[in-house]
């Protein structure tokens, strides 16, 4: 898989924005990144996932740069509910696993 | 919202004993995976399964894992004689057509205890 690189952690004040970067750098053209939670010990949560235009669904915004090296997921308005671990993927092209890193725990605090 | 559904929640098991874990996907879903998380420890893929046979498995799932779907429905995982270091959660997951275009739905997993 396209390897992956994020914070380890980050804070963010409910009701703003939080914005959770990714570098994926040896991202080939055909692979897509991908934007999963996990809350918890429950199972992961699909969030979204783009190739090249940027993308929004009722979750979040994902916004990939130009040269695909880097994304950012953005949760609008975070709320206490969205503390979780938020992993970046880019699986390999032809492959149908997901291969999770150590990802980036959200603490959103009140 | 439909949902992957995985049974037991939490099962408890000798060391050397058989165990299966049982897993309902979506049901107009077409391609299924095994996947698990030590405590711990990131999670990790074990299989996926499409069309009825293996397409992808990883180091870990040796001759001790086999996966099937007896009844176009169900998709289990079974561990033949398991060890301590299966304990772990286990997540089933689902998706309707190839990667890329989709993203999983992952059960709320079963967490297997070997004691």
């Known amino acids: 898989d396209a390897k992956t690189t994020q914070p380890p952690s980050m804070d963010c004040a409910e009701g703003r924005a939080a914005n959770l970067p990714c570098n994926h750098s040896?991202?080939?053209?055909?692979?897509?990144v991908y934007w999963y939670r996990q809350i918890h010990s429950q199972g992961p949560q699909y969030i979204i996932h783009?190739?090249?235009n940027n993308e929004t669904n009722e979750m979040a915004s994902l916004i990939i740069t130009e040269d695909r090296k880097s994304s950012t997921l953005i949760l609008p308005h975070a709320t206490l509910r969205d503390t979780a671990v938020y992993y970046c993927?880019?699986?390999?092209?032809?492959?149908?696993?997901?291969?999770f890193g150590k990802g980036t725990k959200l603490t959103v605090n009140p | 919202e439909p949902e992957v559904t995985q049974t037991p929640s939490h099962q408890v098991t000798q060391m050397g004993q058989e165990v299966i874990l049982r897993c309902v996907p979506i049901s107009n879903h077409l391609y299924f995976y095994w996947y698990r998380q030590i405590l711990g420890q990131k999670v990790e893929f074990l299989v996926s399964f499409y069309n009825n046979e293996i397409s992808e498995k990883s180091e870990i799932f040796d001759d001790q894992f086999s996966v099937e779907r007896p009844d176009g429905s169900n998709f289990t995982l079974k561990i033949r004689s398991t060890k301590l270091e299966d304990s772990a959660m286990y997540f089933c997951?689902?998706?309707?057509?190839?990667?890329?275009?989709?993203?999983?739905?992952f059960g709320s997993g079963t967490r297997l205890t070997v004691v």
């Open positions: 993927i880019v699986p390999q092209g032809g492959s149908e696993k997901l291969v």
């Open positions: 040896t991202i080939s053209g055909n692979e897509y």
């Open positions: 783009g190739l090249k």
């Open positions: 997951a689902s998706i309707p057509g190839r990667l890329g275009h989709y993203g999983y739905t």
